[in-house]
């Protein structure tokens, strides 16, 4: 069964602290490994999509990195506005209709 | 212009009562998702349908009903609501091949 693991449950930073968060995960044929940001009351809301590793995409601060065991996402000097959970998830072989989503990082960046 | 909609977003109701949740998707997507999130933030899909047939069912009780009557709708119904059905339920889409699924705003189900 395809399984998502995230770490830290909670980290807080520091304005302009960088940091990393963790995504480990067991897929059957990993199809694509996906990043996502949720704000309180919100739905997610897109980041980015992965799909093999050594990939690497960048966003404004935000850096996800991928390996056949995990993926980062890295935040380069955070802003409070970063604030939120980030949550990963893979599709295998059952197609990319299905995600399998762990249960976030819930980042707080003080200012 | 929100491209996944659901309403309502709060819906407060008691024990055994049949509520709906309506979404609706602008962005011209073929595949539509019910996904669950519970106490613990964690989200779980439960319904996908692809062009208004249902391709996924993730062992979900018989009372949860999604009816979608074409592709940019997607209705979810619960009937005999339990406790446990307290959650915030997502509509999302993609497109059949694409790689990317968008989020509604959700709905907040609470069950008294």
């Known amino acids: 069964e395809d399984q998502v693991t995230q770490s830290p449950e909670a980290l807080r930073l520091q304005e302009g602290e960088s940091s990393s968060l963790n995504c480990s995960y067991t897929?059957?044929?990993?199809?694509?490994l996906f990043w996502y940001r949720q704000d309180p009351g919100k739905g997610p809301e897109f980041l980015f999509t992965?799909?093999?590793a050594g990939e690497e995409k960048e966003k404004e601060r935000l850096k996800a990195t991928l390996t056949k065991k995990e993926s980062f996402l890295h935040i380069t000097a955070p802003k409070p506005e970063d604030s939120a959970t980030y949550l990963c998830?893979?599709?295998?072989?059952?197609?990319?209709?299905?995600?399998?989503f762990g249960t976030g990082t819930r980042l707080l960046v003080s200012p | 212009d929100t491209a996944v909609s659901q309403t309502p977003k709060y819906l407060v109701t008691q024990m055994g009562n049949d509520k709906s949740i309506k979404c609706e998707q602008n962005?011209?997507?073929?595949?539509m998702y019910w996904y669950k999130q519970d106490s613990k933030k964690f989200l779980k899909i439960m319904f996908s349908?692809?062009?208004?047939?249902?391709?996924i069912n993730e062992t979900v009780p018989n009372r949860f009903s999604p009816k979608s009557p074409d592709k940019a709708h997607l209705n979810l119904h619960i009937n005999s609501l339990e406790l446990g059905d307290s959650a915030v339920y997502f509509c999302?889409?993609?497109?059949?091949?694409?790689?990317?699924?968008?989020f509604g705003e959700g709905s907040w189900l609470t069950v008294v």
């Open positions: 992965l799909y093999s």
């Open positions: 962005l011209g997507h073929d595949t």
């Open positions: 897929v059957s044929g990993l199809r694509g």
């Open positions: 999302a889409s993609s497109q059949e091949r694409g790689y990317t699924i968008y």
């Open positions: 998830a893979v599709s295998g072989n059952t197609g990319f209709q299905k995600l399998v």
């Open positions: 349908y692809n062009n208004k047939e249902l391709i």
